[in-house]
């Protein structure tokens, strides 16, 4: 990632163009976009509220930092907070490149909610569930924009709200062998490996079959015969 202000130098015409590579971050989310009659990324300046999105020549570049943080956090492990502070940070890269002339707020999110199934957690953009209001949105998003004359995003403003609409993923039904059924895996218990009932049944008086329980029998002689 740069560390210097944008260099107008750098910004040669070939680098707007859209190749595998520049496209990877938006694979499966936008890659219609991408592959499209449209298959280029802008190539004029846009704005929003005051606000400049990337040069034309320097999307490709956003976009690659943006994969390049994706691909170096550990999202298995992150707890919410790291969580909410990471997505913020990749998020302020793509928000920044605004690769598109139009669905860029889509497109984005999207992308987001892909690189949160890495994490234990995924997001939820409802407001009546984060508190997240388009207008709240909108403001943390043009807040990360990069100081004047600077590269880098500044994330810092989206924390807050990722930390809002990071939901805690339920965990998957766990599933049984095919054919094993309910009874068979209660049996199989290490607790029920030793008594074929309870222990507490096993040791009470009068369960054991010993001698003192048997009723002496006769050959030929059936005990249940002659009883009303």
Known sequence: MRSSSISSAARSPSRGRTTPS???PFTGSSSATCTSGRGEYRTVSIGKNQSAF????DVPQYLNDASQLVRSAQWSTMDRDQFA???AEVFAYVNQAHPFRDGNGRTGK???QQVSELSPYRIDYSPAVSGVTPEIWNQASMLSGPDRGRYEPQP???VPVFRAMTVERSPAPQTSAPGTSTELRRDRSPYRASFPKP???ATKPGTRAGPTNRVPQTPGHRPDVGRD
């Not at 990337?54 to 020549?57: D, M, Q, Y």
Request: net charge neutral; charged share 10%; with cysteine.
């Open 54 to 57: 990337a040069h034309p020549a």
């Open 199 to 201: 222990a507490t049944e």
């Open 85 to 87: 502070a990471k997505a």
């Open 110 to 112: 999207l992308f987001m």
């Open 22 to 24: 520049t496209c990877a």
């Open 156 to 158: 810092a403003s989206l």
